[in-house]
């Protein structure tokens, strides 16, 4: 659950809005307003929270079979505080939340062979038992021929040292077909000195695609044989919170609107997937929130005929 500054009361404290939010879930969000099928695999608490968190994927149209409830943790909170630019600063409730409690017992494992594309994060590899039910999931979805999704999504207050958090973004790489990074991400996990040596590195590692988002500059997609930054949509950005995630939900849905393998896409269809992403971004930004800011499918295929894409 997201709180994120809403303004100050009349005394001038700071209020903070509940907001449902969480990489997956803002991604998924895309994909359910794009009208794809969508499930959601973690475990919320036996409280408020989790009990609205639910609801909100429920009122999006994503199935909640997979979404455990349990009452002996507390559902994560993250307060974001924004600077200026819409640029976010953390702080997490989370010590530990339910969502790091998920064990590999309680995983559907027909929901998880059954689906086209399986994405995940890399906060569910922060603690056990999520890491390892996290991992099998993957592998799971792999082998029955699903295309892998990886977003590393660094937050360092909830690894116990860069170190350990590089090491662990690092081991699931091998297991994606495609995979989104900010361009600081692509330097931690690489060492690299640019975005762009970076993405050969992390290429080199498995992935068959990679984007690395640049901000307000747009994106760089990279795969074996082509990089092209692809410029965002001018926007003014209120809040930044699912940017990246509503970002690569559109990519994902462009690619499955493609219904191709990832390797026999051509460049042109790479980059309209691209494109695609950044309007879902371009208007992600314009509003508080993760889920509540996800635009929908007529609003991005409005601006991008605005835009002339």
């Known amino acids: 659950m997201d709180f994120t500054e809403a303004g100050y009361s009349q005394d001038g404290r700071k209020l903070f809005e509940q907001n449902p939010g969480g990489a997956p879930a803002n991604l998924l969000t895309v994909a359910s307003h794009f009208g794809y099928r969508t499930s959601f695999i973690g475990k919320v608490g036996a409280d408020m929270h989790g009990a609205f968190l639910k609801k909100t994927l429920e009122k999006e149209s994503i199935n909640t079979d997979a979404v455990i409830e349990d009452p002996a943790y507390f559902t994560t909170l993250a307060f974001v505080e924004n600077d200026e630019t819409g640029e976010r600063k953390f ?35 922060t603690d056990e038992p999520t890491e390892g039910a996290t991992i099998k999931a993957a592998k799971m979805a792999k082998e029955a021929g699903a295309l892998i999704s990886y977003d590393p999504n660094y937050r360092p207050s909830l690894w116990k040292s860069k170190e350990i958090a590089v090491e662990k973004m690092r081991s699931v790489i091998e297991l994606a077909d495609v995979m989104k990074v900010s361009d600081e991400e692509s330097i931690l996990l690489t ?63 462009g690619i499955l ?53």
């Open 191 to 253: 060492g690299a000195e640019s975005y762009e040596d970076a993405a050969d590195r992390l290429l080199a590692m498995g992935s068959k695609l990679l984007a690395v988002s640049l901000g307000e500059k747009g994106v760089l997609m990279a795969t074996q044989n082509r990089k092209e930054i692809i410029k965002a949509f001018k926007t003014k950005a209120v809040d930044t919170t699912g940017a990246g995630d509503s970002f690569w939900g559109g990519v994902l849905c």
């Open 91 to 125: 702080s997490f409730a989370r010590k530990p939340g339910a969502d790091t409690q998920l064990r590999k017992e309680e995983l559907d494992q027909t929901l998880i062979s059954d689906c086209k594309i399986f994405h995940f994060g890399s906060l569910s590899l």
């Open 257 to 309: 609107s493609l219904n191709k393998p990832i390797e026999k896409l051509e460049w042109e269809e790479i980059r309209k997937c691209a494109v695609l992403g950044n309007a879902v971004a371009g208007l992600c930004v314009q509003k508080r929130g993760g889920i509540p800011a996800i635009p929908s499918k007529e609003e991005v295929l409005a601006l991008m005929q605005k835009s002339g894409c």
